[in-house]
């Protein structure tokens, strides 16, 4: 049992991917909740998703964490899935009934979940992380090497505790990881443009649902990372008009972008890219071509 004051409370970093799908997931329920907002140590020095007031809520140190009348539900998707069998008649229902829609929204709970167990680079969500790593290693470079190593041994997770050391120390991810990730991106890209098609949109299946929140989530990050002209590609004729109607979608100005944070991720985005596109950018568009 968490300590708790109210029914729903919700423990997030404002640009965390998996974050920002929990609370697209509680705007589009019209769920109210208290926020607990958690900076993580890979964006700034004075963190707080290692603290051991934090480690009580989640032992992984990772976010989001809700809490739900004091117990825990870990991992965005999962979230949103309590949350939709929870309460069922509050605002969107989020999950399908229909056998066939049930099927693929399954596929992309999986494909788009950043699992511990899951290497980066092997499935949709953890080759968005890994694609995303150039801009985490901006931020750990603002930070001491001493205090980046000082801070991640205190890191429940193995692999995040050396990965996030590893690249403060600007070590490269080997090149067939890198096209790995893109290759798998690009497919996924291509079957959400394929089930567009075959739906006729403007969602995913007939109704928005927990695909679409997936999806806004990591198009916003294709777009933080500057590889959002793979949106608007000529192969995927249905994606730009797609991505046009997430972000008019309320809960991606409430969700997303209303939760920047311009000192610590807007500013390593602009020293990053400034006005250019990703230097891999070309190699995903060959993938496409």
Known sequence: MIPFEQELELYHYCESLCSQKARIGFVEKQLDYKSHHIVICDVAEECQNLDDDYLKVNPKGIVPTLVHHGQPVYDAHQIIRHIDLEYPDSGTRLWPTDTRELKIADFWFDEGMLKDD?????????????????????????????????????????????????????????????????????NALRVVNDQLAQSGGPWVLDEFS??????????????DIHLDDLLAHKTLPELSGYWERLQNRPSYQSAIVAWHDEENWRSAIKDLYGDKKSPILDDAVSLLI
């Not at 968005?128 to 205090?147: D, G, H, V």
């Not at 927990?210 to 777009?223: P, S």
């Open 210 to 223: 927990v695909v679409d929140i997936t999806m806004m989530a990591c198009f916003h990050r294709l777009e």
């Open 118 to 186: 899951q290497p980066l680079g092997t499935n949709f969500g953890t080759s968005i992380a890994f694609l995303s790593r150039p801009l985490l290693a901006r931020m750990l470079q603002r930070q001491s090497l001493e205090l980046v190593i000082e801070k991640y041994k205190r890191h429940p997770i193995e692999q995040r505790r050396k990965g996030f050391v590893a690249l403060r120390k600007g070590v490269q991810a080997p090149r067939e990881v890198e096209e790995r990730a893109l290759s798998i991106l690009i």
